[in-house]
């Protein structure tokens, strides 16, 4: 397990600032450490586990006292009383084949906390992305007010000699208090995920996380060993459940056989009054075998049966799952090449813009700015930035999913 945590933080110390580098992989420490679902299927694998201790035991030991109501006369003397033992034992493997059995099951269970614990840091990990990229949004948002503030200084000189009308400055001011709108709003949902982010390591909601100024997009994927797919947590768990079905069938095999019983039967008798001989009021001990046989079996058959019968179901379901992790692979692949593209088109995008706004100052210096061109420009260079943030974050996303499905 820390081998598979240790991949899911892999891009932040190798693509983070280094005083950052820590960060996502503390955030997973903790949430291992408290999340109350992995506490819960911890206890549930115990729990299951401790069966094993109440399987292995032997039915209860039968008592009997009996007392003679009317003491039958016997040659020897009257009978008093009757004590009873009895001690059935099963068949010879049943026990172990309990034990197995309920072993097997505690090893699917145990599946359940190595995929809820995938699960979880892939969790942690994407909203620990998703709050990156808000922060990165939030500080576009203010870079570009602080432009558009200057714009509207120039506006505001250009109006004083004649070369802009007051409409330009009223636009300016209009998309700043759309960007203001835009930030106060994604505040707001870095709030949202904050608390999201805190439940997940079980912690008070409005406890800060601090998250990495940037992320890098890597110079190259790493390799994706697609072949471990087939070795993924939720698919061994079928092939646990599957080796249940065959211990339980072997159980059933072995509670099919006969019961052997033995017991000891001793009678208390009296003396015969008046009477000597060597016999006189001897008491009775009777040792005995029994053997209890389950004739009537339609329980068993109909066991075999639904055994089979789930047999083929859990091979259906392991199928039917796999394909559904290759098609999230296949997808996740995809999406991830597909970040890379647009974070490539939009920094070739962001360099144009650029130039773009640095002919229109120096336009402004020849005194024939087109405040119209100004917010165009800006509109694209914000949406470039925007989408560039949107870019490397999915990349990262997509690597989280990628790792959750193949890493081993």
Not at 153 to 174: F, H, I, P
């Amino acid at each position: 397990m820390k081998h598979i945590k240790t991949v899911f933080f892999l891009f932040s110390i190798l693509f983070t600032l280094k005083g950052n580098a820590q960060q996502l992989e503390t955030l997973i420490d903790e949430a291992l450490a408290n999340n109350p679902e992995i506490q819960k299927i911890e206890l549930q694998y115990k729990r299951v586990s401790e069966k094993v201790n109440e399987v292995n035991t032997i039915p209860n030991t039968e008592f009997g006292v009996g007392y003679f109501v009317s003491e039958p006369e016997t040659r020897t003397g009257a009978q008093r009383f009757k004590v009873t033992a009895k001690q059935m034992l099963p068949w010879f493997g049943t026990i172990t084949s309990r034990e197995n059995y309920v072993s097997s099951l505690a090893d699917a269970k145990y599946e359940d906390i190595v995929i809820a614990k995938r699960k979880l840091m892939a969790s942690v990990s994407q909203s620990y992305y998703n709050l990156y990229a808000n922060k990165g949004k939030q500080e576009v948002l203010i870079e570009n007010i602080k432009l558009l503030k200057t714009y509207e200084t120039l506006a505001l000189t250009s109006v004083e000699v004649g070369k802009a009308s007051a409409v330009d400055v009223l636009r300016l001011q209009m998309r700043q208090n759309e960007m203001q709108q835009l930030k106060d709003v994604l505040s707001q949902q870095f709030l949202a995920e904050q608390t999201n982010l805190n439940n997940l390591l079980n912690r008070e909601n409005d406890v800060a996380v601090s998250v990495v100024d940037s992320l890098m997009m890597p110079s190259e994927d790493f390799e994706i060993a697609t072949k471990n797919l087939a070795l993924h947590p939720e698919l061994l768990k079928y092939d646990k459940l599957f080796q249940s079905i065959e211990q339980s069938e072997l159980l059933n095999q072995k509670e099919s056989s006969p019961m052997i019983g033995f017991g000891l039967d001793y009678i208390n008798v009296s003396e015969r009054p008046d009477m000597n001989f060597s016999d006189n009021g001897k008491d009775i001990v009777m040792p005995m075998v029994s053997v209890s046989i389950p004739i009537f079996n339609k329980k068993y058959k109909s066991q075999t049966k639904q055994n089979e019968l789930e047999r083929q179901e859990i091979i259906a379901k392991k199928q039917e799952r796999l394909n559904t992790l290759e098609t999230l692979l296949s997808k996740a692949i995809n999406e991830r090449i597909s970040a890379r593209i647009s974070y490539a088109t939009q920094t070739k995008n962001l360099k144009q813009a650029k130039d773009a706004e640095d002919i229109l100052i120096k336009s402004y210096e020849t005194g024939t700015i087109d405040f119209n061109d100004v917010l165009d420009i800006q509109e694209l260079q914000f949406k470039f930035q925007m989408n560039q943030i949107d870019s490397v974050k999915d990349y990262y996303v997509q690597s989280t999913i990628i790792n959750y499905l193949t890493q081993q």
